[in-house]
């Protein structure tokens, strides 16, 4: 069968198999078995477990993702990102805007705690929204903030996804992680900056401090202490990767050690927490694992019948060049990531991705962060962008899914201006690695 019948019949099985409603995981297992089994007969049936307990679970770097995941847990229910909010809207609080600044910048910690999308969505949600809807913020400005805040845990590391892009493309996970530091800050800053100069212009959108609420220093002092733990965990944990003291996974483990040795010196330990952080972690772990199974059985099918060949020929043969090539598959990634995980992004991609990116010179650690800044951004897009559904969850009574579509709208301009400054300027995403491992 030629490979442009191939390419075609795949992706047609698996757009019937999404508009089916069905699992993506489960969609691309079955066509990657049903595929086999009609080309290969039912005797190269039998590559599919040697695939999946050969290559795909025994992945060591794999293990970090339950451990950063179990980290996230911990810390969401740890009682951490209540005082680390305060810490900052004592500071800032007196500022226009400057509860929903707390709120990005705690996000920004608990991203680079985590490495999970919804995590600083969720507790700022719960913590955050509630005082800026008391202090009569402008609900947009409140939930967009939030759901921007909170998608970063996409980009800064250690970022689950990127650990999968790395495992899956082959590129290497330490240096995607120090990649995505500075391109997460500039984001992070780009929040902070809209934020501050809207309610500049705006006051009645971001209501500053009471005068009777201001703190003296020596209560501001007291409440940053709060903030050292987290700061020491974050360089706990990326120090010893980057250092190469640790792989990422060692990495995961210490993370999920301290943000433990954390939860039990606050006094929040409890068997019913233990028992959500638990449970969460399973259910979590679980729903990348079986996007992995799945992925692995499409990926190989895909590349055993010689489709990425002609995927790679055909972007080839395009004739917008290198960064014409590049917008449409930037393009692509966007619509993507309004439909689908992040994580399921990168398996139905990789095979096609991997080689386009070494055929047309593309820096695969630059590639990779915009690509994350792009899952990132698609995060908050409508229809399906995964916080939206985070915010609605915790959103107060009377705040719809349309107000919410509304409220991100600007900071998904600013996180799409973020991917043209990096796209732009890739030494962004490429300096801090180079400083770290060199070459």
């Known amino acids: 069968m030629e490979p442009g019948t191939i390419t075609i019949l795949l992706t047609l099985g698996m757009i019937a198999g999404l508009v089916s409603g069905l699992p993506i995981t489960f969609v691309l297992g079955f066509i990657g078995v049903v595929f086999t089994f009609f080309l290969w007969g039912p005797g190269a049936?039998?590559?599919?477990?040697?695939?999946?307990?050969?290559?795909?679970?025994m992945s060591f770097g794999l293990l970090s993702v339950p451990l950063f995941v179990l980290m996230g847990f911990i810390?969401?229910?740890?009682?951490?990102a209540d005082k680390l909010f305060n810490a900052f809207y004592v500071w800032s609080g007196r500022v226009g805007g400057g509860l929903a600044v707390a709120a990005i910048i705690v996000c920004t910690l608990f991203a680079a705690m985590t490495g999970i999308g919804g995590a600083g969505t969720i507790t700022m949600g719960l913590i955050a929204l509630p005082a800026m809807l008391a202090r009569n913020y402008n609900p947009n400005l409140a939930l967009g903030g939030i759901g921007a805040g909170g998608a970063l845990g996409i980009l800064i590391p250690p970022s689950i996804t990127m650990i999968i892009y790395g495992m899956?493309?082959?590129v290497s996970i330490g240096r995607l992680f120090a990649g995505g530091i500075l391109p997460g800050l500039l984001l992070a800053s780009l929040f902070v900056a809209y934020t501050l100069i809207l309610c500049k212009l705006k006051p009645e959108y971001g209501p500053g401090m009471a005068e009777e609420e201001i703190l003296p220093l020596k209560e501001k002092l007291k409440a940053t202490k709060a903030v050292i733990a987290p700061l020491l965990l974050i360089c706990a944990v990326l120090g010893s990767i980057f250092s190469g003291i640790a792989t990422p996974t060692e990495g995961a483990a210490i993370g999920a050690g301290g943000s433990f040795i954390l939860m039990v010196l606050g006094g929040n330990l409890?068997?019913?927490k233990f028992r959500d952080i638990s449970l969460g972690t399973l259910k979590l772990s679980g729903m990348v694992m079986w996007i992995v199974l799945g992925a692995y059985c499409f990926s190989t099918i895909y590349v055993a019948l010689g489709a990425t060949e002609f995927v790679s020929s055909l972007m080839n043969d395009l004739p917008f060049g290198y960064w014409g090539v590049f917008i449409i598959i930037q393009a692509i990634f966007f619509c993507l990531g309004m439909l689908l995980d992040p994580a399921a992004i990168?398996?139905?991609t990789a095979p096609i991705l991997t080689p386009i990116v070494a055929t047309m010179g593309y820096d695969p650690v630059w590639f990779g962060i915009v690509f994350i800044m792009n899952m990132q951004c698609a995060y908050i897009s409508p229809p399906f962008g995964y916080n939206l559904f985070y915010l609605k969850s915790i959103a107060p009574a009377g705040i719809g899914i349309k107000e919410i579509y509304v409220a991100v709208i600007p900071f998904i301009l600013l996180q799409l201006f973020g991917v043209v400054i990096v796209s732009i300027f890739p030494q962004i995403a490429l300096w801090l690695p180079r400083v770290i491992y060199g070459g």
Do not use: D
Request: proline share 4%; glycine share 8%; hydrophobic share 55%.
């Open 45 to 57: 049936m039998s590559v599919i477990p040697t695939l999946i307990f050969g290559k795909a679970m």
């Open 75 to 80: 810390l969401q229910y740890s009682g951490i």
């Open 168 to 170: 899956i493309c082959q």
């Open 270 to 272: 409890s068997w019913e």
């Open 346 to 348: 990168v398996m139905i």
